[in-house]
Structures are given as structure tokens and as C-alpha cells.
């Protein structure tokens, strides 16, 4: 069965982007979800669905408590790092569509600031990695080597690709700089008031090759939260809503080992994007906007590539000339993304996609009626979602 | 700079093998023994034909440069010393993929395919660790 058109989005919330100080994760999920249940206008009771990404800050069950979600009937949690909001419109989407829950809320937050900044993960002893395969190569082959972080390990990726083809600093910085074009002005950005020029981003300081201290997201505090249920139920509620029309997780090969992938500039997208485009009865042409998870600006690059935006090694030349500004061929970022709003692990680029489908967003794409979102996580895994209104 | 040590591997299970081997001054993979298939990192089986044995096999140590980063940022506080410094992947002749560095070179003569060899360093009592120079 596909899953075209089964559910909508009917609700989303938010907590501001900070920098400290900390506030309790749980707190931040809880004020986003509320914010976002009462967008919706679904009572409280009624959700039955709670779908996580990634269980590393938050207990899912502490959740339900604190909404007082008293009759959950479907739960899980999809660990794919910053690949997983996007994935969850998957979960979501099938749990409403085959009835398994009637209500999903979908939460996440994090202080990413006050908590788990880079100089804190970086310790290869430190509680962020999970006694798995992944952190496995962390451990025994990547940190002694002096490899921590995930700057490095998709800056490998990125190198070689960028040799290959060529990539300019100048081209590079198309993404930073749209970015942070568009959240000027946008009181949820925590970059709105600080304009940012070639010459500033040239002389920014090299953090890991090819990127530099701008082509890094922000570290920021905060949490998103989204509600989805089926078109027959979201006709009743507040908000126009905004339909998952394709959707697709997909997993660079191998997936916990950057190395030796055949390809190394395989990426979780590569693969599935058109899955999610062909459910949607779309193409990457037709969308008038796309959120792109931009971790770091390379890593966006490459995925307009993968997503079919472009061919590969085309990128540098598809995000010249303004085509990727707000009124440009391919509007991308409109919020000013992970760069530049802050880091919510993406949750943010589907909440800005529901805000410019449904016409309140700061940074408005006229006329807009569908838009792709992706997501990027762990060692590359991907995700997509074609969102419509 | 910094008294803190750069982080060890861990010297247990496959991957401890993997470094016992280095101790004793040879770079070995597994390579599976159903379809011939070298393995990078250690694994209980072949992802090409699922065969769960294997040997250890002496890699000839010569291979080339498949991409790098030179990291500005020390990330770790043992690593304060170094920067900048590249992390570099390596392609052996046998065909499984290694990180690494390379030693006694500058960073401006790396480039994609370079020439590469194993050396052995010796980095604590007990771990030596597989790194590489221009050949």
C-alpha cells in the first residue's frame, strides 16, 4: 500500500533556539508538544501514537506522562541521528494509515548548547556513544587516529568529492550565505540579527577541510514538536493540512562504516530519493521549495545532488546565481536552517516546511503547494519527505 | 598543550586481533574463507556470501591515498600538539580501506591516488598503531 496522502500534518510547536542556560530536555519536549497540540486543536486525550528520534536525552514514557497521554497504543523510536525526523513521517504515516494510532505526536529536543556541544561528544569515552558497531569504529579506529567528530567524518566524504569535481570556497559558501539571508528577521533564528558576508566567511577559521567555523550548523538549545493523523480526521481540526505525500529512509552502504563504502559519495539519499518523489507523482523540479538538512554546508551540497535536484558534481553550479535565494529557482532554507535558525536536528526543517505550505512562513515562497524536506544522520543516513498542501 | 594521552584502541575481541597483529609489526584483515573477500573492520561474517570463517591475511602495507581531512581544531585535548594534522583514508592493494595518518609528510604534497606505505609506530606499551608514508 502506498503510502501517498495518508496522513497530514495538522500541528507543529516550538521552543526558541538558545544558547543556555540548559533547560531540562524533558521541559523543552513538553512545551513544544503542548504548543503543538494546541495548534492542532487535538484534545490532549486523544493522542495514542508517540514516535522518538533517537532515545539518547529523553525516556519516551516520561513523555506520556508528563502530556498525561493515558491510552498510548503505538510507540517507537528510530535511531538514524538527524536522519530520524524526517524518517518519522514514515512511522507516523503508517501507524494512522493502518489505524494502529490515531493521533501521533512527534517530539524532539536536545541542548545541544548547554549539553552535548562538540567539545564534549568528542570524547570517545563520553556517554553519546552507544555500545554499538558504529562507535565500535569510533573507538578503535577513527578517535586514536584523531578522528572524533562528525566535521571529520563527513569532511572525508566531502574532500574527496569536492577534488573531484572541483568545488570552489566561493561555491561552497552559496549555502551559509543563503542561510543566513534568510533569517534575518526570523524571531525563531538565533542568527536573525547577524548579517553575514563572502569576505566574513572567507576569513572564518578552518575548522576541518573544506569546512570552515561557517560551514558548521549551530550548536543551540532547544525542541519541535509535530502532530499527525489521517486527511478524514484532519478535516475537523484547526489548521489546512499539510499531506505526506512521499516519504523514504534510506542507508549509505555500509551504514556504520564511512570508509569502505564502495563509493564513498553514496549517500543515504542517493538511492531512495526518488522513491519518496515517485509516491508523491512529483520530480524534483516541481517543488517550489526544499528544506535540505545542512549539518555542515558540504553535506547539503552533496545531498541536492542526491536528492535529484542536480546530477553529481553539478551542485556547485545549480546554487550560483541566486537560484537557492527565497525568490530563486529552488527557494532552500527558508528559515535559515540548522546554519542559521538552530539545531533541531531537522525537526525544524519540516516545522518551517508545514509553515510555508500552510502561508505564515517569515520568509514567504509565493504561491508554494509542495516542497521536499531531507534529513541526514549518524554516519549518512538519509531521509526525504514531499510535503504538500 | 596538553599532558592528556591521545585515546587507545580497545584490545578486545576481533578488533584486539586486529591490533595484536599490528604489535607484531603486520597489517592483517580478515578475508573470508568462502568467497576470498578481504574485510575491513573486523566482522563475524561475510557480508558478500555469509560465511562465518575467515583467516587473517597479511596485507602487502601498500596502497593509496582515497581522501583526508586536515582538521584546524584538536577535538580531543591529546590532540593539541598535532593540529593542524590530516586524518587521511587509505586504499590498500588488497582492497579494504583504513583510517589512518600519514607521517613525515607535508600537508600541501597530499593528493587523491598518492602512493602510500605502512609504517608501525609504536604508541604505548602495549599498542602499536598501523600509520603510512609516501612510497
Known amino acids: ?389 | 598543550m596538553s599532558d592528556t594521552p591521545k585515546p587507545l584502541p580497545r584490545r578486545d575481541g576481533l578488533n584486539g586481533e586486529f591490533y595484536e597483529h599490528c604489535a607484531r609489526g603486520e597489517l592483517r584483515f580478515q578475508r573470508c574463507a568462502g568467497c576470498q573477500t578481504w574485510r575491513h573492520m573486523p566482522r563475524y561474517s561475510c557480508a558478500e556470501c555469509g560465511s562465518r570463517d575467515w583467516t587473517w591475511e597479511k596485507s602487502s602495507g601498500r596502497g593509496k591515498l582515497y581522501s583526508w581531512t586536515v582538521s584546524h581544531r584538536a577535538f580531543h585535548p591529546g590532540f593539541a600538539g598535532d593540529v593542524p594534522y590530516a586524518v587521511a583514508i587509505v586504499e590498500l592493494e588488497e582492497g579494504p580501506r583504513i583510517v589512518s595518518q600519514i607521517v613525515d609528510a607535508k600537508l600541501d604534497a597530499l593528493r587523491l591516488d598518492l602512493p602510500l606505505e605502512i609504517v608501525f609506530e609504536k604508541v604505548a606499551d602495549d599498542v602499536t598503531m598501523p600509520k603510512f608514508r609516501i612510497r
Open chain 1, 1 to 389: 500500500m502506498s503510502l501517498k496522502d495518508k496522513a497530514c500534518i495538522v500541528g507543529i510547536g516550538e521552543t526558541p533556539n538558545t544558547r543556555g542556560p540548559g533547560r531540562p530536555v524533558i521541559d523543552m519536549v513538553v512545551d513544544a508538544s503542548l504548543n503543538a497540540i494546541a495548534d492542532s486543536g487535538v484534545k490532549r486525550s486523544a493522542i495514542d501514537g508517540l514516535i522518538f528520534s533517537s532515545s539518547r536525552y529523553i525516556f519516551q514514557e516520561s513523555v506520556a506522562v508528563h502530556l498525561g497521554l493515558k491510552d498510548l497504543r503505538y510507540t517507537s523510536i528510530i535511531e538514524i541521528g538527524g536522519a530520524a525526523p524526517v524518517s518519522t513521517l514514515q512511522s507516523a504515516a503508517m501507524a494512522v494509515a493502518t489505524g494502529q494510532a490515531n493521533y501521533v505526536l512527534i517530539p524532539f529536543g536536545c541542548n545541544g548548547y548547554s549539553e552535548a556541544r562538540t567539545s564534549v561528544r568528542a570524547r570517545p569515552e563520553s556517554q553519546f556513544y552507544a555500545d554499538n558497531q558504529m562507535s565500535q569504529a569510533v573507538k578503535n579506529y577513527l578517535a586514536p587516529n584523531g578522528a572524533f567528530v562528525p566535521v571529520q567524518y563527513y569532511s572525508w566524504i566531502a574532500n574527496r568529492h569536492r577534488l573531484l569535481y572541483g568545488t570552489t570556497q566561493e561555491e561552497i559558501a552559496q549555502i551559509p550565505l543563503n542561510s543566513r539571508a534568510n533569517a534575518q528577521g526570523n524571531p525563531r533564528a538565533y542568527m536573525r540579527d547577524r548579517p553575514l558576508t563572502m569576505e566574513a566567511y572567507l576569513a572564518s577559521p578552518m575548522i576541518s577541510e573544506p569546512h570552515r567555523m561557517f560551514d558548521c550548523c549551530l550548536e543551540t538549545d532547544g525542541a519541535a514538536a509535530l502532530i499527525v493523523t489521517t486527511p478524514e480526521r484532519a478535516r475537523d481540526l484547526k489548521q489546512r493540512p499539510v499531506f505526506v505525500s512521499g516519504v523514504a529512509e534510506g542507508h549509505p552502504y555500509p551504514a556504520d562504516d564511512i570508509m569502505n563504502r564502495s563509493d564513498i559519495l553514496d549517500l543515504g539519499l542517493t538511492h531512495i530519493a526518488h522513491r519518496a518523489f515517485e509516491m508523491a507523482g512529483a520530480t524534483p523540479a516541481d517543488m517550489d521549495f526544499a528544506q535540505i538538512y545542512d549539518c555542515f554546508t558540504y553535506v547539503a551540497l552533496m545531498q541536492l545532488e542526491a536528492a535529484g535536484f542536480c546530477k553529481r558534481g553539478e551542485a556547485r553550479h545549480f546554487v550560483m546565481n541566486g537560484n537557492i535565494a527565497i525568490d530563486g529557482k529552488l527557494p532552500v532554507n527558508t528559515h535559515g536552517g540548522l546554519h542559521s535558525e538552530g539545531h533541531v536536528w531537522g525537526l525544524n526543517h519540516i516545522v518551517e516546511a508545514v509553515r510555508q505550505l500552510r502561508g505564515t512562513a517569515h520568509r514567504q515562497v509565493k504561491d508554494c503547494e509542495i516542497g521536499a524536506v531531507t534529513g541526514w544522520g549518524d554516519f549518512g543516513d538519509g531521509s526525504i519527505a514531499i510535503l504538500r498542501r
